[in-house]
Nanobody, 128 residues
Framework: QLQLVESGGGLVQPGGSLRLSCAAS????????IGWFRQAPGQEREGVSCMDRNADNTDYADSVKGRFTISRDNAKNTVYLQMRSLKPEDTAVYYC?????????????????????WGQGTQVTVSS
């Protein structure tokens, strides 16, 4: 069974940057489409980004486009989310997800219900 562990969250000032990591174990990550989701207190889960297994297709939520970048290092079995120009509204618990069947597109990116494997989440707080 694929296991995912996120890290890299923390407290950052508005305008700052963070890089989240998601380390996979159990199976080679290069078989999986990967995604990042987030959930703020009292709000619904939001799909942030996804990337196909070949890294040839990505999708981003409008709220993060141009500021966040998803990437993967299959040799390290790790997924990354580089976050720049962070805003207070980016504050949330961030989760990585993976799925063997999905293709990354705006539908897959938006709906967490389609994804099979999840990490436990890492807190990101953007505040001065």
């Amino acid at each position: 069974q694929l296991q995912l562990v996120e890290s890299g969250g923390g407290l950052v000032q508005p305008g700052g940057s963070l890089r989240l990591s998601c380390a996979a174990s159990g199976f080679p990550l290069d078989y999986y489409t990967i995604g990042w989701f987030r959930q703020a207190p009292g709000q619904e889960r939001e799909g942030v980004s996804c990337m196909d297994r070949n890294a040839d297709n990505t999708d981003y939520a409008d709220s993060v486009k141009g500021r966040f970048t998803i990437s993967r290092d299959n040799a390290k079995n790790t997924v990354y989310l580089q976050m720049r120009s962070l805003k207070p509204e980016d504050t949330a618990v961030y989760y990585c997800a993976a799925d063997l069947q999905l293709v990354c597109d705006s539908v897959a990116r938006r709906f967490g219900e389609f994804w099979t494997d999840w990490g436990q989440g890492t807190q990101v707080t953007v505040s001065s």
